[in-house]
């Protein structure tokens, strides 16, 4: 079971790729951090030629905040594009029996949605705010069907929501929303700063999975053949369930003593309103499977932050 991590020194890559070394997976990373460009197809090509791995965790992507998804719109799609032909390349010219396996962001599901279901995962537009990030996710499941299609190259795709917890960028246009947020309360903290400015209105509702879930989820299929074989479809990697970003500051409040005054900006852009998951799929063929209590994962984030402060 050799499985080469692409993307393993970023946010989500870094997390499963510690998780699966701890667990005693033979893993391999690749980033730009180790000096490959994963945007060149002859790179990838020459690494998996060297480690014949039988599976690829495709989690690198360009990706930051929604303001940094617009600013560098361009530069997004563009290298995510890159990222994905790539890949499929690689494997169509080595060996298509090497399994995929690609967490998908859920701002590729429709921008109008309120429940995210798979069979209306192209039921309109994304939103405006990820019209950059959003698509290539699209792009992507639409490269794992065609490379199916002509060469046999099996992709699981999971939809994952707004993942969150330790590994992440300490600048808040580059990290995911909660961890941003996050660091912010930890920075304040440390630098007797009373006020926490919350990009948006802080209504919007957001459904958030604690990246080392996620890892256990790549492992628990990564060691079981059947399972693999229930998820010929994309599925969403689903609770159901959502919080407003209200709602979630004033849980890191909570955590600080409630010591701070949440200001809203509500020139920042919201994005979409709501952004939960049904979890109908889920729950039929992960029948057992725990997440993380989410009171548990903020305090773990907190205490990574604390941890690298100051940033």
């Known amino acids: 079971m050799k499985t080469l991590i692409l993307g393993h020194t970023g946010f989500v890559g870094s997390n499963v790729f510690s998780f699966l070394q701890n667990q005693k997976v033979e893993c391999k990373g690749l980033s730009k951090g180790t000096g490959v460009d994963l945007r060149n197809s002859e790179e990838l090509i020459k690494e998996i030629k060297e480690f014949k791995p039988d599976y690829i965790i495709n989690c690198v992507a360009h990706v930051g905040s929604l303001n940094y998804v617009t600013e560098f719109a361009g530069d997004v799609i563009s290298n995510n594009t890159k990222l994905i032909l790539s890949l499929y390349e690689a494997i169509s010219k080595t060996d298509r029996k090497i399994k995929i396996i690609n967490p998908i962001a859920n701002c590729g599901f429709p921008g109008n949605a309120l429940i995210y279901k798979e069979e209306e995962w192209l039921n309109g537009s994304v939103h405006s705010s990820v019209l950059s990030y959003g698509n290539t996710r699209r792009l992507l499941v639409a490269f794992a069907d065609s490379y199916k299609m002509q060469y046999g190259i099996k992709s699981i795709n999971l939809f994952v929501p707004n993942m969150y917890g330790k590994n992440d960028s300490t600048d808040p246009n580059k990290a995911h929303a909660l961890n941003a947020l ?110 993380e209590d989410f009171h548990t994962g903020i305090k773990d984030t907190i205490e990574y932050y604390k941890s690298v402060y100051p940033y």
Do not use: C, H
């Not at 926490?196 to 802080?202: D, F, H, P, R, T």
């Not at 909570?254 to 919201?270: A, C, I, M, R």
């Not at 979409?272 to 039929?284: C, G, I, L, Q």
């Open 182 to 291: 996050i660091s912010k309360f930890v920075k304040a903290s440390n630098e007797n700063i009373k006020n926490i400015e919350i990009w948006g209105s802080g209504k919007v509702i957001r459904e958030w999975l604690y990246a080392k879930d996620f890892a256990k989820i790549v492992f628990k299929i990564l060691t079981d053949e059947k399972l693999q074989m229930q998820l010929e479809n994309p599925i969403n990697i689903a609770q159901n369930d959502g919080l407003s970003i209200k709602e979630l500051s004033n849980i890191i409040n909570s955590n600080f003593g409630y010591k701070f005054e949440l200001v809203f900006d509500k020139t920042k852009p919201d994005g979409a309103p709501k952004k939960v998951m049904d979890d109908t799929n889920f729950r039929k063929i992960f029948t057992n499977f725990q997440f």
